[in-house]
């Protein structure tokens, strides 16, 4: 399994679990337009949860800029390459 | 050009997340939003010039990111961070980068979050009214902002009584640049002057018509010393306008009012009237929440005695 893959089930877990939806399923090119609830709040509490999954910080430009899990998985893959 | 819709567009194209709110604002309370935001907009883009969008859309995610993470961690631990002031004034107030995003951010939140436009009806309808009773045409009575940021609260007054002169004091440099700036580039400079200092200590040279305080009591330690020197820089009878965030985390906040009476205690033990209220929630407060972040305006009259 290549490793955006793999960012992307672990993703797909948070995503379940943040918007209460055990049927969510995401991609790359799931945006905030696509899932219900994905707003400013949602998203932080977004956001922390990946933190703390993934064991890493991001700042508030990063996560200001977001809006889909395609630059989302980028965004992991860069921080732990 | 329509610079509200160009802020609007810029949101929705690079921070599509944080858009939904502000459209939602401006589907709830359309006339209210158009009426602040529109002018807001214009002066922004007189002062920032073509790059206005992209400065305001910043500094508003900014805000937001900050304040909604602040209040999750507020939600866990119970209280707020307890920062002395002296170091919310390193982090904060004395640090450039950080207030201009926030200075910006502030800014937009006017007319981007419904519970602050419905402040704003009320400022419209309880408190501009009032700063009628008195003013001579063609005189120069003076409204002090104390803590005044962009000096937008102000701003409306003098917009809406052409005899009126503002004097804004502010501890933050940048916020007091950024002021200066806006009122030179919107035609407001020989009405407007903005001070760098201490809203808890600053003495006007004369006692003013009315006096503003929007947003600052929650960031100081000793909240009733600014009431105590708002209320002594204003002429008896003079009207003011306070508010105050409640049970609202932000990395600035060190003062946590839980309740409103609290607040209403604190103006009328500074020797002022309290002649309206008004307490509101943000759109998007969930029930399951154990703190509700509200924003609370207090329209008061300095005492002419003990009673009254
Ligand atoms: C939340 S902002 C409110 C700005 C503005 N009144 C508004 O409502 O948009 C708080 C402002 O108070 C200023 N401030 C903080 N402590 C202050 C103090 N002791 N004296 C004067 N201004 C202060 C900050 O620099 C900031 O501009």
């Known amino acids: ?81 | 050009m329509d610079h509200l819709q160009v802020f609007l567009d810029h949101l929705r194209e690079h921070h599509a997340v944080f858009y939904g709110a502000v459209a939602a604002t401006a589907e709830a309370m359309p006339g209210t939003f158009r009426r602040v935001g529109a002018p807001m907009a214009d002066w922004a883009h007189a002062c920032l010039g073509d790059d206005f969008a992209r400065v305001l859309a910043e500094g508003y995610v900014h805000l937001v990111i900050e304040a909604n993470q602040a209040q999750m961690r507020y939600e866990k631990r119970g209280s707020y961070e307890h920062r002395s002031y002296a170091e919310v004034y390193e982090a904060a107030y004395g640090n450039e980068a950080f207030m201009t995003k926030y200075h910006w951010g502030l800014y937009v939140a006017m007319f981007a979050w419904v519970h602050h436009l419905r402040l704003f009806s009320f400022y419209e309808r309880e408190f501009l009214p009032r700063l009628g009773e008195g003013l001579t045409e063609g005189g120069r009575e003076v409204v002090a902002d104390l803590g005044s940021g962009s000096g937008i609260w102000s701003r409306f007054a003098l917009d809406a009584h052409p005899g009126l002169a503002c004097v804004g004091v502010d501890i933050s440099p940048t916020s007091v640049d950024e002021a200066r700036r806006m009122a030179a580039s919107t035609g407001f400079a020989a009405r407007s002057e903005f001070v760098l200092g201490d809203a808890t200590a600053h003495r006007l040279v004369e006692p003013a018509h009315a006096a503003i305080s929007s947003f600052l009591l929650e960031h100081l330690e000793r909240p009733e010393a600014l009431l105590d020197n708002l209320a002594a820089n204003l002429a008896q009878g003079g009207y003011a306008w306070i508010t105050a965030a409640l049970t609202a985390a932000e990395i600035d906040h060190i003062t946590e009012f839980r309740r409103e009476s609290e607040i209403v205690r604190l103006v009328e033990d500074a020797g002022l009237r309290v002649i309206a209220t008004l307490s509101e929630t943000p759109r998007a407060a969930r029930s399951k929440l154990r703190f509700v972040p509200r924003s609370m305006a207090v329209v008061a009259q300095k005492r002419r005695n003990d009673i009254w």
């Open chain 1, 1 to 81: 399994m290549s490793n955006r893959e793999e960012i992307r089930k672990r993703l797909q877990a948070i995503f379940q679990e943040v918007f209460d939806d055990d049927e969510l399923e995401i991609d790359d090119a799931t945006s905030a337009d696509d899932v219900d609830d994905w707003d400013s709040i949602m998203h932080i509490t977004l956001m922390v949860a990946v933190e703390k999954e993934f064991g890493m910080q991001f700042n508030a430009e990063e996560i200001g800029k977001l809006s889909g899990v395609g630059g989302l998985i980028d965004l992991i893959e860069q921080r732990a390459g």
